[in-house]
């Protein structure tokens, strides 16, 4: 019961951060009604989604301070779990997303493990390799339609059962609840006994050994709390889209783009992941359309977009959330 309190309480935050949480929050509410056109709904169910990967890499990218670039192999075993139960056993999304999450949390116990004896850039090289070689053998094996990728079995609409809809709003609500369960477990995470050994093991790994923590096992538990959060955002991509295939769930294209909108908006911060994504995520999308389909203008937007993220980077270290932050204090 004190946890579920801790979750909802945001008194340490500023006036004007519970302001703009309370306002965002009445935007998102009431964001289908505003007669917003089927793109742009689906670019803010991409921004909800991110948000929740961000979220996840978070934990460990963040409060850990590792650099993990290996998490689409969790979002691709939380797709193709959702995915197969119902092709090959007509398994419902609500018993199919929990079993997702549970092979996401073994497998990543099971990676974490040894590839936490690795530290700084070898780590992130190996998450890098883990991922790729788990999408080489889906892309190879036939049992799970290899490259061709695998067509959800489409139910009369709407089914809650199986969560596919004809209209977008549904399933921009369905990724909203996820998205403020999330948040108001990352608003209890980060004041969790698991938080602070993650912060301190982020400053100084010597000094948090001496004080008994033991490092290892705390990088893999939030490891694993990482895994499970992009797993639940890989159950979704698979309702959602109806279709996955190896380069759709488990590029590295997307590990690096949670890792960047997570990191751009400030690791380590609770409003980070969010920020990089409402950044990052509407930036593409509109980027994209707008350029990339103009004659001769065709990488400009990819030029464009790389520009923006080096000249934050290079501002502020801590990202958008950094540089807001400067300005409040500058203020005060």
């Known amino acids: 019961m004190e946890k579920l309190k801790d979750a909802f309480d945001f008194r340490d ?6 302001i703009g949480l309370i306002i965002f929050s009445i935007f998102l509410f009431l964001f289908p009604w505003l007669g917003a056109g089927s ?8 921004f909800l989604l991110f948000s929740l990967f961000g979220m996840g890499w978070n934990t460990i990218g963040g409060y850990g301070g590792q ?3 290996g998490k689409a192999q969790y979002v691709g075993i939380g797709a193709y779990t959702v995915a197969l139960t119902m092709v090959w056993w007509n398994i419902p999304f609500w018993v199919s997303m929990p079993m997702g999450i549970l092979l996401a949390v073994g497998y990543s116990f099971m990676i974490g493990y040894p590839l936490f004896r690795l530290k700084g850039h070898y780590f992130a090289i190996a998450t890098i390799c883990t991922s790729l070689v788990l999408q080489d053998i889906f892309a190879n094996w036939k049992l799970v339609g290899a490259a061709k990728g695998i067509e959800l079995p489409i139910h009369e609409h709407p089914d809650f059962l199986y969560m596919q809809f004809k209209s977008d709003t549904y399933y921009y609500y369905f990724i909203m609840v996820l998205f403020y369960v999330a948040l108001f477990y990352m608003n209890w995470f980060r004041r969790s006994k698991l938080g602070y050994q993650l912060r301190m093991i982020k400053d100084d790994e010597d000094a948090a050994e001496s004080l008994g923590i033991d490092i290892r096992w705390c990088k893999i538990k939030a490891y694993t709390i990482a895994s499970a959060f992009v797993a639940v955002g890989g159950g979704f991509m698979a309702v959602y889209n109806l279709y996955i295939d190896p380069a759709s769930v488990m590029d590295l294209d997307l590990s690096i783009k949670i890792a960047l909108m997570a990191m751009l908006g400030g690791a380590g911060s609770l409003w980070g992941p969010i ?3 409402a950044f990052l995520v509407p930036l593409d999308r509109f980027l994209g359309s707008w350029l990339g389909g103009h004659k001769g203008l065709v990488g400009l937007d990819f030029m464009i977009y790389a520009m923006l993220i ?3 980077s290079a501002y502020q270290p801590k990202g958008i959330w950094g540089i807001i932050e400067q300005f409040r204090r500058k203020g005060s």
Do not use: N
Not at 13 to 18: G, I, L, P, V
Not at 39 to 46: C, D, E, L, R, S
């Open 13 to 18: 935050f500023s006036r004007a951060e519970q």
């Open 39 to 46: 793109f742009v709904k689906a670019v803010m169910i991409q």
């Open 67 to 69: 650099v993990e670039l």
């Open 275 to 277: 920020i990089g994504a």
């Open 310 to 312: 080096m000249v934050v």
